[in-house]
């Protein structure tokens, strides 16, 4: 598919952890944060962490339909896991696909449809976020999971 899967600063950091222990990192992460301002700027922090796609990338197959704002998640599918690189035109959005990308990307795609996206409303953000971020959010997870499920057969 594609030879895309860069490097990244804070995302990278989480290495050879599974599913579960990536959660748990973040979950820590945003336990530390008691207010939802510091939970939106660490969510923001996130976002400009999370390197921009070539435009060359950012393909209308690749966008995630339902979301307010303008989102990529591109997988690559190897050795029996899926990778995920993903960008948006919101800094907020970015960081929430950020989130997502930093749990889900490594992952075979039996272990990110076993995962629930309940992480998210541990660290606060489901209660936060506006009814339009929240339809995006869920488009985004299940954007997630169908490429997961399209993979399956080929684990």
Do not use: H
């Amino acid at each position: 598919m594609f030879k895309i899967w860069p490097k990244w600063g804070k995302f990278a950091r989480l290495g050879p952890m599974n599913i579960q222990e990536k959660i748990q990192k973040i979950t820590k992460r945003f336990g530390r944060i008691t207010d939802w301002e510091g939970k939106y700027k660490e969510i923001i922090t996130l976002g400009k962490a999370l390197p921009e796609l070539k435009e060359e990338l950012k393909l209308d197959k690749f966008k995630v339909k339902g979301c307010q704002s303008q989102v990529w998640l591109i997988p690559e599918f190897k050795e029996g896991k899926i990778f995920f690189v993903a960008d948006s035109d919101s800094v907020l959005v970015k960081g929430i696909i950020g989130l997502l990308v930093e749990v889900y990307s490594g992952e075979s795609p039996s272990d990110i449809l076993a995962t629930k996206p309940e992480f998210l409303t541990t660290i606060g953000l489901m209660e936060n976020l506006t009814m339009n971020r929240s339809n995006g959010l869920a488009s985004m997870i299940k954007q997630i999971q169908m490429y997961a499920i399209a993979f399956k057969s080929l684990a």
